[in-house]
């Protein structure tokens, strides 16, 4: 567990010349390589810091999720689409902050509608204790 009532997490990487991107690495340079350990070594050389975004609900809205389903908390949190379209409904973002903002028009919607882009049942008092976050961690540069 992360923390109290975080259902969400994703994480990225800020790279030295600005590119946001799932790999630790620019992959635009060398679309060949696929591990960090492949020769010749690149280590964290190119990030700059690591970017978090997670979602949180609040007790009192978990416990209105969990009264449709205990489950729908999960189901939920797979309608937040990942950084890169791993999996959820995909999202191409490149610049910073295009992530959460996608979280928050969701958490908005369903606060809005009762169902989330998948067509959940979500209480709309549910869905208003949603809170979206994120935080850069710096990597030590030299």
Do not use: C
Request: glycine share 8%; hydrophobic share 35%.
């Amino acid at each position: 567990m992360i923390g109290p009532g975080v259902f969400r997490l994703e994480y990225y990487y800020l790279l030295k010349n600005g590119y946001l991107t799932d790999w630790p690495w620019d992959r635009r340079d060398d679309t060949s390589r696929y591990k960090i350990s492949d020769p010749p070594s690149i280590g964290l050389s190119q990030v700059e810091s690591i970017g978090v975004a997670i979602a949180v609900i609040d007790p009192a809205g978990l416990a209105l999720l969990n009264a449709v389903s205990p489950d729908q908390i999960v189901n939920l949190a797979g309608d937040f689409p990942d950084f890169k379209s791993a999996h959820g409904q995909g999202n191409q973002s490149k610049t910073i902050g295009d992530l959460e903002n996608q979280w928050k028009t969701i958490v908005e919607s369903t606060a809005q509608t009762g169902r989330s882009p998948s067509g959940l049942v979500v209480p709309p008092e549910a869905a208003k204790t949603i809170r979206i976050y994120s935080r850069y961690f710096d990597l030590k540069t030299l």
